[in-house]
């Protein structure tokens, strides 16, 4: 793996090259085909979106277009939000997008927002086609899959998972123990590690312990399926976007990554079927998702087709999410090794006074790593766009702004994060920021940590679709740090400075081109 072309180095490169020949054309009849629909699918959806006069829009050009800035979103999403965020001055601004202008929305907007009738400020849209509305989508859901209108995994999460974070971690811990042992390089002397692909596997097999136990987490085939599922879907919607709509039906047929999304879903139904069978019949109630699914559900919920699909689905929100966090801490503790000390010095002690263990008490005597994977992800969040909905009607504000039908509205998560107003000199990483701000202000220090979700820290979204499992990854995430802090000394092959950050549209991703120098510690903490 480590000499082959990775995922996040080459989204944007096969995005480019999606519009390919799947039909018997001519190049010629092909491009004059695509131009003369474009043209209208765009004329169309200029009709139906309707900016707000006195808005500004950032990144136009001296003639006033637009079209260099939604070329530029794609990779440079991050500059073009900061730019309007700072031109606007954190006020309303339009930001050119392939999916048309996006309204960004202050934030004194979401408390109204996040409770909005779903039929009329919808979540689910920015995923999926809605009825008959020649849209672009994020994941372009109604050929990926992607997205889902099923409450069942949010509804366990909140009520199941995260009433048992505690009861879970020695199965996650000793999955970690195991999964290092099985994916990581030996590391006995100095060697090279591609550390994004072993994070990725490493997460896929803790995450599918929560989901259904040792039967998923040992097996190769489901945690390979749930890594590649997700990656099928983001490449998937990426080339079929580069279709006018009237030929994504077809072309959807000859893109390699929707075809391979059947098998994944196959591979699903195989598995995860006969275990739910087999559960029924021997009465057994193990703790985790599946089973908390079984229990919860309701209706078409109860179908073992139905949990299976979800199952899957909560993969893709999970395991690349909960990968990306590590390498980033990774690659900052590289460039900034001064953190290290005291993040192994609060981890000794906090494991001393708890029998070795990570509980819910030793994470709470762990204030330092909490702050530095706040402000890690303050500087690289997942997402730059938090908050994305589709407004379907005419959407009154209760200060009268009115937000105009068929308009995609988000919160630029990232540039808020970089305001001066909220976080002195913003441009600098303090790794421990939130804890001394907790310090300062205990009455707020719920609002500093890092699965905290409120107006000023919007990364896991905010409201009803705020993540669920942001605090089960929160615990998984810091395990896994600590593993590492443990077990390895690590350092940037020499030459080399922290991998930038990839962005694809509105998501942020780690570099996985990083390779990071690691060792294996014989004197542990």
Known sequence: MAHSQSLTASLYQQAQKAIDQPFSLTPALVAVIFLLVTSSAYQSYSKRQRLVPGIPIVGLDKNGSVKAARKRFIPDARGLLREGYEMAKGGLFYVPSPLGERLMLHPKYIEELK??????????????????RRQDHMFEGKYTTM??????????????????????????????????????????????????????????????????????????EWVNTTITFAVDGFVGAQKIKKYPHFLRPIAARFIPEIAKIKNHYKLAHDLLIPMLKERKKTGETPM???????????????????????????????????????????????????????????LKNALEKCDGHLTKQAFNMMPKMDSFLKESQRFNPLLLI???????????????FVIPAHTSVGVATQAVSMDPKIY?????????????????????????QYASSNPQSMSFG??????????????????????????????????????????????FLPNHEGRVLMKKRTQGL
């Open 288 to 346: 985790d998702l599946l089973q908390w699914m079984v229990e919860n559900a309701k209706g078409e919920e109860t179908e073992e087709q139905f949990i299976a699909d979800v199952q899957l689905k909560v993969s893709f929100a999970a395991i690349h999410t909960s990968a990306a966090a590590p390498t980033q801490l990774i690659y900052d503790l590289c460039e900034m090794p001064e953190i290290i000390a005291p993040l192994r010095e609060e």
């Open 386 to 400: 938090t908050m994305e909905r589709m407004v379907h009607v005419d959407y009154p504000m209760s200060d009268g």
């Open 424 to 448: 002195p000199d913003p441009d600098k990483f303090d790794a421990f920021r939130f804890a001394k701000l907790r310090e300062v202000d205990p009455e707020r220090a719920g609002k500093m």
């Open 462 to 507: 905010f409201g009803r679709h705020a993540c669920p499992g942001r605090f089960f990854a929160a615990n998984e995430i810091k395990a896994i740090m600590a593993h590492v802090l443990t077990h390895y000394d690590f350092k940037f092959p020499e030459g080399q400075g922290r991998p930038p950050s990839l962005g694809v549209e509105t998501q």
């Open 147 to 220: 997205g889902s209108r099923s409450t069942l995994h949010p509804r366990v999460v909140k009520a199941q998972v995260n009433q048992h974070l505690g009861d879970l971690m020695p199965a996650i811990e000793e999955e970690i123990l195991d999964s290092f042992a099985d994916v990581w390089p030996e590391c006995d002397d100095w060697a090279e590690v591609m550390v994004a692909d072993k994070f990725t596997q490493l997460v896929g097999r803790v995450s599918s312990r929560m989901f259904g136990g040792t039967k998923l987490s040992q097996h190769k």
């Open 115 to 132: 409770s909005a009738p779903i039929d009329k400020v919808d979540f689910v849209a920015t995923f999926q086609e809605v009825r008959s």
